[in-house]
Every structure is written in C-alpha cells, then in structure tokens.
C-alpha cells in the first residue's frame, strides 16, 4: 500500500467534507412547484443528479420531484 495515495485520498475527503457544510451554511433550494426555500436534508441529497445552480430534489413541502434551484442564502 503506498500511503502517499492514502493521505491523497484523507485530503479530497476532508475537503468534500468542508464544502458540503460550507454550502449547506450558504445555500438553499427553491421549489420550482410550490417556492419553497428548504434545505437538502441528507447526503443523498448531495449525490443526485445535477447541474450548475440546479438540482434534482424532493421538496419536503409538497413532495415533488424537480430541479431545484439552488439559492444564495442571506447573512444573518
Ligand atoms: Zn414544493
């Protein structure tokens, strides 16, 4: 086992992991149904099919399918 790959492989996870809370703290998605604004609730969420500023969710509100658009949420 080369441990160059390995500490490779910790470096891409902890920074997949920094950006997953870094966009879960800063953007949200919009309904394209019903307009609510909600927050992807778990990694699965993550893994789906998408493109730039969109991506194919499930609205906890109305329980729709679409492409979310992915919104910059404001400072609080
Ligand atoms: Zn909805």
Redesign the pocket.
């Known amino acids: 086992m080369n441990e160059y790959y390995l500490i490779f492989l910790v470096i891409i996870a902890w920074i997949i992991f920094r950006l997953f809370f870094w966009q879960r703290k800063n953007y949200g998605y919009k309904?394209p149904?019903?307009h609510?604004e909600f927050q992807p609730t778990s990694w699965l969420a993550y893994l789906g099919p998408h493109i730039i500023f969109r991506r194919y969710v499930k609205?906890p509100?109305?329980q729709?399918l679409g492409w979310a658009s992915v919104i910059h949420k404001q400072a609080s």
């Open positions: 309904c149904h019903c609510t609205c509100q109305c729709k």
